[in-house]
């Protein structure tokens, strides 16, 4: 494979997954994540979203494991690549949507990421607490 993939077409996009409980329905947050996806003729390839175009070679960016024929958007099947200790590692997790990038999306997604963190913490911290309850209540209104 040609290590360098500073040329590729590379587009932005957002990973949003609701987060939950292993083996439970109970969900308990919600993950953000921008990066960068590109053709390859060996796969698709992912690139940090901090990662400059000029210094996006292998290994710092990596085959998600998805053929070059797949469309995007779509709800991924689970990827897998191998740790140092031959574990299998999921590159982007079972249920995770890829949407193309817009910032505005991303500004929603990450304030109600923001929001949710907040109050869960707030509940852990301080469940009884009036400023929690009223937290609580408007909420659910």
């Known amino acids: 494979m040609n290590h360098d993939c500073s040329q590729l077409d590379w587009k932005p996009i957002l990973l949003?997954?609701?987060?939950?409980?292993p083996f439970g329905d109970t969900y308990t947050g919600l993950s953000v994540k921008r990066l960068y996806l590109a053709q390859h003729p060996e796969g698709i390839l992912r690139a940090?979203?901090?990662l400059p175009a000029d210094e996006r070679f292998l290994p710092l960016v990596q085959l998600t494991g998805w053929k070059p024929e797949r469309d995007v958007p779509f709800a991924?099947?689970?990827q897998y690549q191998r740790d140092r200790n031959n574990r299998s590692t999921a590159i982007i997790p079972s249920g995770t949507w890829v949407l193309p990038y817009e910032d505005a999306h991303y500004q929603l997604y990450e304030q109600v990421?923001?929001?949710?963190?907040?109050?869960l913490e707030q509940v852990n911290q301080a469940p009884t607490d009036s400023r929690t309850l009223r937290t609580l209540v408007r909420w659910t209104m």
């Open 16 to 21: 949003v997954k609701v987060t939950r409980l």
């Open 76 to 78: 991924l099947p689970v």
């Open 113 to 119: 990421r923001l929001n949710l963190h907040a109050v």
């Open 48 to 50: 940090d979203w901090t």
